[in-house]
């Protein structure tokens, strides 16, 4: 078979319900979850995936990838021990029916670990799992949901991989097609702009205390660095500015400052810019000073600026009632 | 001798030590996957990103640079001689170091001293944040390791290879224990499956260990209801460091605590009925003790459970590590292999002795007293003394004496 021979009449059934499939994901991020006809269900997949990989936007592939990840985890759902343990397999995991009353599986902590760190719920935390030589018990649900997660990094992959096809005509039309509906609902999503300048009373607790530490010419830790110059850079604030702030240190080295600075700010080496850890990773590190009240609500010191500038904002705008 | 020629003696005995060891050094696991990294006497130069075909080329090179500490990845590269970039990593074995630096230790580090590089005050302990004199902020610190520190060390590794064995089900043929040469130990794992794991998963293992994030309602905390002891993973930690912690804790400890007198009072006055409910079901539903305290029990019972692992090196997928068998830089001993076995009885300042024969005479400016061998040392304060190679190779590494001009030169 020729990749043309896909806009042939018969393959229109496929191509519509693969096109519908990127539709849902787009709308709604999530894939609907069956066509009566097998056939055109099970070929649309691969034609849908080779048409958001031609589209090369990093978004909507993650958002693609998602949505059929979604569908995975219902389908799954409904699946018997027996097959959740087979379809795990495939992806060679190491997985055993449990011995236990609380639990269905038991899963090695490396393949449990690979397909949970995106998750926040704290529940998925490692330290929160009973483990025993290096079994992590599961339900079946939960299991259901790991194997989405797998699927999910299986097709995020596939849509990485170069096909090198020409796609015909009749094809690249429903791929632009999507691609129009993709930007038309893209501005929604995307995140507010920042400020033009710092607004040092929007920092959450860790960077203020190590904006301080610094600011006293007081030593911070290697990570805290980074967290430091990543936060401010990610808020505006330019590598000079970076650069002197750092000068009050005992030991500043103006060079090696700016090569740091210039290198988180993307400028060097492999180009891409760096943002600061998540609130996990400080915390992990000893960075985190403890948690205030806007601090329970997000998961990364961006997202609080974000919306402690929007607060801030907010309070400011809106006029004080008259009592009454 | 002045500093100089010290640093060229001590080198000297480097290389002797090396000339004469060099097979007993063996290269990691995967020789032509690892970076290399030699710290060398000159200017403390790291010389980086070299990469070896065969043991005796590794060997070769390291009788005739004779570096002061020598250094692999962690990790394994396609090609290890490259820039970082380009060396395409294909995974690195987990690693955990543990340092009496991150210890709090019953010594309070009063071996160590600090001096004030501003105004030349010199005070005992970790170095203050803003010096007495001065308000200078910036200190030279010299770091002694001392039984207490080394065996709080212990205790940790202990602590970790216990989770590691029993939790993450690794065989000690995965594991490979160390002492460092210096204050503290690592542990090395070297499994199929852990190689391939990102800095994020690394992260969960790290807050296991430490007991990050750890929400006790996950292990069986609830109303009236808790683990016990012989349960598995951090369930039965719970268990046995609130067991651990009622047996040994004080009216004090529980009231600083914020415990209310009520509840302290039970805690004490019934402790012999709380060792004997773990028999049972625990004390969880003990009368006069309600959930809000056993939390805070918890949470001293999680803090005695968990290991103080330096949360960097686990997480950094690049790192190098101290070679087995090569010369510590900071105090002439060398990095040694412990067997998980044996290590209750390892003795680290002695059984990581590498200079065992012959005596030099030095001058010693100032050191505490300490232990090498079965030998105690010190304290001295501006004294000729005539020792031991290896405790004099130690205080010379640690920049606290000089060799006295008469040493025949090696």
Known sequence: MK?????????????????????????????????????????????????????????????????????????????????????????????????????????????????????????????????????????????????????????????????????????????????????????????????????????????????????????????????????????????????????????????????????????????????????????????????????????????????????????????????? | MNKIETKAFIQEKFAEYYRLNSTSIDPPSSLENREFAFLLFKERMMLRHKGFKSAEDFRTLLKSVVPSDVYYSSAHYEKPEEEMEAKGWLGADLVFDIDADHISTPCSKQHDTWTCNNCGTTGLGIPPETCPTCKGQKFDDKSWPCEICLESAKRETMKLTDILTKDFGLSSQEMTLAFSGHRGYHVHVENQAVQTLDQVARKEIVDYMLGIGLEPRFHGLEESMGPSLEEAGWRGRIARGTYEFLLNTNVERLEDMGLKKSVVNSLINQRDKIMESWKGRGPWRMKGVGSESWKKIVEKAIENQSVRIDTVVTTDIHRLIRLTNTLNGKTGLKKIRVSASNIERFDPLKDAIAFKEGEISLVVSEAPEFRLGDQRFGPYKRMEVELPTAAAMFLLCKGAAQVREENPRV
């Open chain 1, 3 to 324: 990749i043309t021979d896909l806009t042939s009449p018969e393959y229109t059934q496929v191509l519509s319900r693969a096109e519908k499939r990127i539709e849902e994901a787009i709308l709604y991020a999530l894939v609907s979850e069956q066509e009566r006809n097998d056939e055109i269900e099970i070929l649309s997949f691969p034609i849908a995936v080779m048409m958001v990989s031609t589209t090369n936007d990093p978004f909507l592939k993650r958002r693609y990838a998602l949505a059929e990840a979604k569908r995975a985890y219902n389908l799954l759902k409904q699946e018997n021990k027996d097959k959740i343990t087979q379809i795990a397999n495939t992806f060679n995991w190491k997985i055993k029916p449990a011995k236990s009353e609380t639990a269905d599986y038991t899963l090695y902590f490396t393949d449990y670990l690979r397909n949970t760190t995106g998750f926040q719920e704290t529940k998925w935390k490692l330290v929160n799992r009973t483990m025993l030589d290096g079994e992590i018990l599961l339900t079946r649900d939960e299991t259901a949901r790991l194997l989405a997660e797998e699927v999910r990094g299986h097709i995020e992959r596939r849509l990485e991989t170069k096909t090198g096809l020409e796609l015909p005509e009749g094809i690249i039309n429903r791929v632009e097609r999507l691609q129009q509906l993709y930007q038309s609902r893209k501005g929604k999503m995307r995140l507010e702009e920042m400020p033009k300048e710092i607004v040092l009373d929007a920092f959450p607790p860790c960077i203020r205390q190590l904006y301080n530490t610094i600011l006293s010419g007081r030593h911070i830790s290697h990570v805290g660095r980074f967290a430091l110059t990543s936060f401010l850079i990610n808020s505006g604030m330019t590598v000079d500015n970076v650069v002197d702030l750092f000068r009050s240190l005992s030991d500043f080295n103006e060079r090696m400052t700016r090569y740091q600075a210039e290198h988180i700010a993307g400028g060097r080496g492999s180009r891409t810019r760096y943002i600061p850890p998540k609130c996990d990773t400080l915390r992990t590190h000893g960075v985190c000073p403890g948690m205030d009240e806007i601090c329970r609500r997000i998961r990364h010191p961006l997202a609080y600026y974000r919306r402690k500038l929007r607060i801030m904002k907010t309070a400011t705008e809106t006029p004080t009632a008259p009592r009454a």
